[in-house]
């Protein structure tokens, strides 16, 4: 019975974990071809140490990542906080904080373009940016506002009672009942920044493409084990700074 | 505040405000005059291209050259760059590298900035042939970078006979059948099919239209993919034993592969350099294409990249063993000729991009 | 829910202004008047060399050509894929959320973590990382030439199902998690009561855990559906051109044929069918919330 139970789990992670398996094996394959395997060598980590254009379309990709959590961040807290507090009686204002969460990226990604193109903008990191502040906005909004439904009004009444101005209330008293809804929001428009691409494909410029652009373009002429060895890197990477913060909730927990 | 937002984002996007943080001022006007003089070292330039179409370093070789720094920018193909530049009031490009129609299109938008044949002296470099090119007669707003057919690559030792004829292609022997891809770009999907019918590559009849269509859907069964990038190395693999290809990317290095233009007649594509109206960076974009058609220069970059240049200084100096292992780039300029030369088709590129889309669809 | 506007004791008028003001202004410029676009685009005509053209006002025309058989089919091709992909992350999801329920406390995250993880690499390379598996010379063929099940390659790249496979795995995780929530939150003394009334497993599990989960099941549908209807990586790289879906025909328009009002025509189909699926999700979510 356990067993049974347990059999759609294991097929999942077949499922999930096969093509990530595929691609780290191939990322120390010394060969170019991905269908050969032609001894074991790490050779394409320094070819991609190397590599000026994925290097730039790093960091470009976590420019654009760092500055749309920011907006997002700040926006996104103060839209939830006003839609508990102002617009408690509104249906439209929340539907549309969302909106952009469940808007279809190419939708989105089009729009920008025909609305950047009619002001005539130019086009560059910038551009990116706001694009992805869109959709960063409408997360960052959604978590923060579930968090407020949990905090307890009177807190910030004691701190209005105890003579606390509105600004001294909302810094002293809101943000940080709120920081852990903040936190998360910001985490996962960052994750999700890291690797959006088909938004990013319409707004960049032409000189500054973001790295899944940068990938997007080298994958035509067929993936060589230098972006294995990529993806292998991010792999890890992540395992890491999740492996990181496993500990750190349990050190905080702990305290 | 809600004001000073909208302020604030509507700021950050206007030309000239962004990232670049150079104020605009370039307005139509500004292209009348420039200046020989300009001190090049000044200048930034950024030029974008196919990935792989130019040698690695001659950036590097232009900048200490001429002294203007350069950056590339990659393209993965004309339509991403033409909506870039079309979308972008200033798209931080100077030189962008287009295929001949494309620069038409460009060009008819008021995009470009007229080539002043004055500071490319260069020009008498090039094949006077390329200067009557039905894209852009004279090169007012182009100039030609490479130039070719279309043909068929194939693998002389799993084929077993000598391709001569689109048909091929599109309607294949059993062996082949499932080992062949075609080009995947809109103009060259079409191609084989416009070619075996005895049309032209630039047909906006109907009738035409509707045979190739009929033609591209049976064809579509017997095909492996699509493929305009990794199909020499398919054809290396054994993946694929046939496929449409650009002369410049079959492999013909590798003995077992040969490349052949087909009896029914192909194309003659042209890729282009032009320098965007937006370019702050005008006299140093200028430098650049006169740099690039240096006799010298040029036959580096057609050793490079197995690409024939319109230049025929520049093909005269080019290494003989190495017209050998790719007799596509010893076709002559005037068996060349021969092609079509593919052009812009305005409002019937919409019955193009239908048809492409029936015929995948399908 | 905290409804007390008047207890705010300075001008309520401004604490608005500053907490509403610079989100929503935000999303009025960068999404709506984007949107409003779209719309405005859809009755002008195509520049003759792309752009707009606005002196040709023709509203029907770009609306009529949707119904084209070509567009309509390439429309329900679409919505066929993404349905079955669906189905197939429906299917194989909500086992997994299940038997990670039932996984010991601390076993719970590190199992959900599992699911998440693959997501944080590239989805383009993870997407290609298929390629590599399914293609004639792939793993999978050599696997089952090795053995000899088969004596031939199987055509499995380019074809619908590979493009079916391609979406499943982008978006299985958004199936899992909020079945997994859903299935979590089941009151445990529901279930214990059931048990304690003679009720066998099976019958627990559909007269209490399935009711109760069902908007789960609604939500992690919706998470699946809708980036598989607008995708156009997958097909373009599983599908090898031989797979059109609606996201590639938007994509084309706008780059290839440079025909941005039948573009906007067709990212506002999608839109609309994508608002009317979100709305009958929130009616069911609301009567199976009432239960």
């Known amino acids: 019975m356990r067993r049974a139970t347990l059999l759609p789990l294991w097929l999942t992670y077949a499922f999930l974990y096969t093509p990530v398996v595929v691609l780290v094996v191939m990322s120390f394959n010394r060969s170019a071809s991905p269908y050969e395997w032609s001894g074991f060598s790490t050779a394409w980590y320094g070819t991609l140490a190397g590599d000026d254009e994925i290097l730039r379309g790093l960091a470009n990709t976590l420019i654009v990542a760092a500055g749309a959590t920011a907006l997002s961040t700040v926006l996104g807290t103060l839209l939830a906080v006003g839609l508990a507090r102002h617009a408690s009686g509104s249906r439209l204002l929340p539907a549309l904080s969302v909106l952009p969460a469940v808007l279809p990226d190419i939708v989105l990604a089009i729009g920008l373009l025909a609305f950047y193109s009619l002001v005539s903008a130019t086009l560059g990191l910038h551009s990116v940016l706001l694009a992805h502040t869109v959709f960063g906005l409408a997360f960052v909004t959604a978590v923060v506002r579930t968090r407020i439904a949990h905090v307890d009004p009177s807190l910030e009444e004691a701190s209005r009672d105890l003579g606390a101005n509105e600004v001294t209330t ?22 999700l920044s890291l690797d959006e691409f088909v938004i990013a494909f319409f707004t960049a410029g032409p000189k500054d493409p973001t790295l899944p652009i940068v990938i997007y373009s080298m994958i035509r002429f067929g993936v060589t084990p230098e972006i294995n060895a990529l993806a292998t890197l991010l792999l890890a990477v992540s395992f890491t700074v999740v492996i990181a913060a496993q500990r750190v909730s349990r050190l905080t927990e702990a305290l | 505040m809600s004001v000073a937002a909208t302020a604030a984002v509507l700021a950050l996007l206007l030309p000239g405000c962004g990232a670049d943080g150079q104020p605009g001022g370039s307005g139509p006007a500004a292209s009348a005059s420039l200046d020989p003089e300009a001190d090049l070292r000044k200048q930034r330039l950024t030029v974008s291209n196919w990935d792989g179409y130019m040698p690695k370093d001659l950036p590097a070789r232009f900048e200490s050259a001429v002294g203007a720094p350069m950056t590339v920018a990659k393209h993965g193909t004309n339509e991403e760059i033409v909506a870039k530049l079309t979308a972008s009031a200033d798209s931080g490009i100077d030189v962008a590298f287009v295929s001949g129609q494309y620069a038409q299109a460009l060009a008819a938008q008021g995009l470009l900035e007229p080539i002043h044949h004055d500071l490319v002296p260069h020009l008498r470099n090039l094949d006077p042939l390329a200067a009557r090119l039905a894209h852009d007669k004279g090169n007012v707003y182009s100039v030609p970078y490479t130039w070719g ?34 080009l995947k770009t809109e103009r060259w999907l079409f191609l084989p099919a416009q070619k075996a019918l005895g049309y032209s590559v630039n047909t906006t009849d109907e009738q035409q239209l509707a045979r190739v269509k009929e033609l591209l859907l049976t064809a579509k069964d017997d095909l492996l993919a699509y493929d305009d990038t990794t199909f020499g190395d398919r054809l290396g693999s054994g993946e694929a034993v046939l496929a449409e290809a650009w002369d410049g990317w079959c492999p013909t ?66 290494d003989p063993a190495l017209l050998k292992s790719y007799p596509a780039l010893a076709m002559a300029p005037e068996q060349l000729l021969k092609g079509e030369s593919v052009v812009d088709l305005g409002d019937a590129a919409t019955a193009y991009t239908r048809i492409v889309t029936e015929v995948t669809a399908g | 829910m905290a409804r007390r506007g008047k207890a705010a004791g300075g001008p309520p008028l401004r604490a608005r202004l500053v907490l509403l003001g610079p989100g929503l202004s935000y999303l009025a410029v960068l999404l709506l008047l984007p949107l409003a676009l779209l719309i405005g685009y859809t009755v002008f005509r195509r520049g003759r060399f792309g752009g707009i053209a606005y002196e040709d006002g023709s509203t029907g025309e770009n609306f009529a050509r949707i119904t084209d058989p070509l567009y309509a ?84 790249l380019y074809t619908e199902p590979a493009v079916v496979l391609g979406l499943l795995y982008a978006y299985l995780p958004l199936m899992v998690l909020p079945l ?15 048990a304690d009334l003679g009720a066998r497993p099976a019958r627990t599990y559909l007269s209490v855990t399935l009711p109760h989960t069902l908007p789960g099941v609604l939500t992690g549908c919706v998470f699946v559906f809708v980036p598989s209807l607008g ?3 997958v097909p373009e790289l599983l599908g090898g051109g031989h797979t059109v879906m609606v996201g590639n025909l938007i994509r084309d328009q706008f780059l290839n044929a440079r025909d941005w009002p039948f573009g906007s025509v067709l990212a506002l189909a999608l839109m609309a069918f994508l608002v009317l699926l979100l709305m009958a999700q929130a009616w069911a979510g609301r009567r199976l919330g009432g239960r």
Not at chain 1, 175 to 180: E, K
Not at chain 2, 155 to 170: A, E, Q
Not at chain 2, 257 to 268: H, R, T, W, Y
Not at chain 3, 180 to 194: F, H, Q, T
């Open chain 3, 231 to 233: 995708n156009f990586v």
């Open chain 3, 180 to 194: 997994y929530s859903a299935i979590e939150r089941v009151d445990p003394r529901l279930l214990e009561a059931s």
């Open chain 3, 73 to 156: 089919g390439v429309l329900t091709d679409s919505l066929r894929i993404a349905a079955v992909t669906t189905l197939l992350a429906l299917l194989l999801g909500y086992p997994t959320a299940y038997a990670i329920s039932r996984l010991p406390g601390r076993w719970r995250t590190v199992a959900l973590v599992l699911v998440v993880l693959p997501f944080w690499t590239n989805f383009l390379i993870r997407t290609y990382a298929w390629i590599v598996l399914l293609s004639s010379r792939g793993v999978v063929n050599s696997a089952l030439t090795g053995i000899g099940v088969i004596d031939r390659p199987l055509k499995l």
């Open chain 1, 170 to 191: 909302f810094l002293r008293i809101t943000l940080p009942t709120l920081a852990p809804g903040i936190v998360a929001g910001a985490l996962l428009t960052f994750t």
């Open chain 2, 149 to 182: 057919t279309t043909g068929l690559c194939y693998r002389k030792d799993l084929l077993g006979y000598t391709p001569d004829s689109w048909n091929d292609l599109l309607k294949p022997r059993a062996a082949v059948k499932g080992r062949a891809t075609m």
């Open chain 2, 253 to 318: 290095d590798d003995k077992r592969i040969g490349f052949v233009v087909p009896k029914e007649g192909s194309d003659l594509w042209t890729d282009t350099m032009v320098i965007l109206k937006s370019s702050k960076n005008k006299e140093a974009a200028h430098a650049f294409i006169d740099y690039v058609l240096d006799a010298k220069v040029h036959s580096w970059v057609a050793s490079n990249i197995f690409y024939k240049v319109p230049n025929t200084a520049a093909m005269a100096e080019l």
